[in-house]
């Protein structure tokens, strides 16, 4: 399968802890996105890289949590002293830069499967 | 925060007919997307139109922007059982990278 991959699917821990997710972009993708979804909601957008560099972050993402993308291929996203409010399925997109910024904005993004986090 | 907001929250019609929901957002926009989520595939890309766009077609899906009004309108010719998912409209807001999605319109089709 050569779409994006997400590990873990499904993280159960208790509050307080931290937990760390991985995702696998498309290989020749250097745009990569990370998103929050919780029930009866559109997914909310946290950080984008391209390549190794983080370009821009919301203000959802507070100092708790942290992303990276070392080498410009996966990232991770860690969530530290983990609350219940965290519990949601985080998300992560990549795609292709085929659009001039000035052309058009974003192009359109391709997603995994998930991860599932439950803090209880 | 959600740029974007679907109309109606769920809608459910007969295999066959058609299916129409809206799209309303905040801010000027570069493009709007439209994307499918359901259990079985997770979130799905099915259509762009640029904001120089007014229609555009893609197989059974048929995508308006009127962005005078800000709106947008995605119409499914001719349903599916396979089309029961959720539908979200996304917008880049003016100029960021990251979507903005709406909360989404819950298609169920009835065999």
């Known amino acids: 399968d050569t779409g994006v991959s997400q590990d873990p699917r499904h993280k159960i821990t208790k509050r307080g802890q931290n937990v760390t997710f991985r995702c696998d972009p498309i290989?020749?993708?250097?745009?990569l996105y990370w998103y929050r979804q919780t029930l009866g909601q559109g997914p909310e957008f946290l950080t984008y890289?391209?390549?190794?560099?983080?370009?821009?972050k919301s203000r959802l993402l507070s100092d708790r949590f942290s992303a990276e993308r070392p080498k410009g291929s996966f990232s991770t996203l860690e969530i530290q002293r983990t609350e219940q409010g965290d519990s949601a399925m985080y998300l992560c997109a990549s795609s292709p830069v085929k659009l001039p910024r000035l052309a058009g904005g974003p192009g359109e993004q391709y997603f995994g499967p998930g991860t599932r986090l439950t803090v209880t | 925060s959600q740029q974007g907001e679907e109309d109606p929250q769920a809608l459910s019609i007969q295999e066959g007919e058609n299916a129409t929901m809206n799209c309303s957002y905040k801010t000027s926009i570069n493009n709007l997307q439209w994307y499918r989520q359901n259990s079985g595939r997770g979130l799905v890309h099915l259509i762009l139109i640029r904001s120089n766009e007014r229609e555009k077609h893609s197989g059974r899906l048929r995508v308006t922007l009127d962005t005078s009004k800000k709106s947008s309108s995605l119409l499914i010719t001719a349903s599916r059982a396979a089309d029961t998912a959720s539908y979200f409209c996304a917008t880049d807001g003016g100029g960021a990278d990251g979507l903005t999605f709406g909360k989404g319109t819950h298609l169920i089709i009835q065999p």
């Open positions: 890289f391209q390549n190794e560099a983080q370009l821009e």
């Open positions: 290989s020749e993708h250097n745009r």
